[in-house]
């Protein structure tokens, strides 16, 4: 994994009491950094391959965190089957960037499944997101910079209404190239930008604590976005993640 899920479980406002779902899990680093920081009761991940909801799986069993992170390999489409509506109090997603029709899909069934969306996009994704949450609730997910625009107002066509973007940085000289966005159900229309500054200085030092804290006790699992560029936290969010999540978080083998 890289360090887009860090990012993003800094970002999202989720709280020791909320139930969360996380769309699209993967190895499920999301719901390991979200349990080992104490910001969720609950977390129910969806991943569609087998094989990665089965290493997220052992992740879960490897960090004694059965009793609070369910996988389920499943399409997030189906997520109502398992999940009542109006249940979820906080939805994460980290979903596949490559968009149909405009990047070449990985000969290799998993890492395209992993890195390109089918070719409804995230609509589907966002109208489940609906369906799940109570009233109010919230849904954070991370996206190239460049379509900010185009997943707000899908979004919003789903009735979450975008409330806070925070723009990430590679470096001082170069354009944003991730964005990450909390919107709520049935909210008004009324968006702020975080601190713009917050991505803006490379940390290599707290990126290198995380390969190496994430690998304790436990070898590390395939990269699901090992293509996708590399992002650049504070020292202060990324070690913070680290210090309550990442270094308590064992991923478990292929």
């Not at 860090?6 to 993967?26: I, K, M, P, Y």
């Not at 975008?162 to 990450?180: D, E, G, T």
């Amino acid at each position: 994994f890289g360090m887009d899920a860090v990012l993003l479980s800094s970002f999202v406002r989720a709280e020791s009491r909320d139930r969360c779902a996380d769309f699209g899990t993967g190895t499920g680093i999301l719901p390991l950094l979200l349990a080992g920081m104490g910001r969720a009761k609950s977390v129910d991940a969806f991943e569609i391959q087998p094989d990665m909801a089965n290493m997220a799986r052992r992740s879960v069993l490897l960090n004694g965190l059965e009793h609070i992170i369910r996988i389920h390999a499943l399409p997030v489409e189906s997520a109502d089957e398992v999940l009542a509506p109006g249940s979820i109090d906080v939805i994460v997603c980290n979903p596949p960037y490559g968009h149909h029709g405009t990047t070449l899909p990985n000969p290799a069934q998993t890492l395209s499944l992993a890195r390109h969306q089918q070719k409804s996009g995230l609509t589907a994704w966002f109208k489940m997101a609906y369906h799940l949450l109570r009233g109010k609730g919230r849904m954070a997910v991370i996206y190239p910079a460049a379509r900010m625009l185009e997943v707000m107002k899908d979004m919003e066509k789903a009735g979450l209404a975008p409330k806070r973007f925070q723009l990430i940085y590679p470096s001082a000289q170069k354009a944003a190239n991730l964005v990450m966005i909390e919107a709520l159900k049935d909210a008004a229309p009324r968006t702020a930008a975080d601190d713009l500054r917050a991505g803006r200085h490379t940390d290599r030092a707290a990126a290198e604590d995380l390969r190496h804290g994430a690998c304790i006790r436990g070898s590390c699992g395939r990269r699901r976005n090992s293509a996708r560029p590399r992002t650049s936290p504070t020292a202060g969010t990324a070690r913070a993640a680290i210090r309550q999540g990442a270094s308590a978080a064992r991923t478990a083998p292929p």
